[in-house]
């Protein structure tokens, strides 16, 4: 059994700061691409950025310049630095891996129960 979980959000001011942490444990045998996408209230969820297991990045437009994602593989660990927050950023986020439970096992994607992250005006 695998579970994501995620830490981090609250409620900040526009301008502001926060950092997001998400965890994987359970049986794992690689983890490929981790990423954090974000929903707010009556939109679709959207990818905010990814990173790849040996580090490439892929950042949405929005957030380029000011959200910075990395990845401790060691400890299964994937974080999102945001800085010069938007009240347009506000949104529930859901961390996401792409990993393998065995070694033939084909890799799939598992979702984290999500953080709120609120950015006031």
């Known amino acids: 059994q695998v579970q994501l979980v995620e830490s981090g959000g609250g409620l900040v001011q526009a301008g502001g700061s926060l950092r997001l942490s998400c965890a994987a444990s359970?049986?794992?045998?690689?983890?490929?691409?981790m990423a954090w996408y974000r929903q707010a209230p009556g939109k679709q969820r959207e990818l905010v950025t990814s990173i790849t297991d040996d580090g490439r990045t892929n950042d949405a437009d929005s957030v380029k310049g000011r959200f910075t994602i990395s990845r401790d593989n060691a400890k299964g660990t994937v974080y999102l630095q945001m800085n010069s927050l938007r009240p347009e950023d506000t949104a529930v986020y859901y961390c996401n891996a792409i990993l393998s439970t065995g070694r033939y096992t084909v890799p799939r994607a598992y979702w984290g129960q999500g953080t709120q992250v609120t950015v006031s005006s």
């Open positions: 359970g049986t794992i045998f690689s983890i490929n691409t």
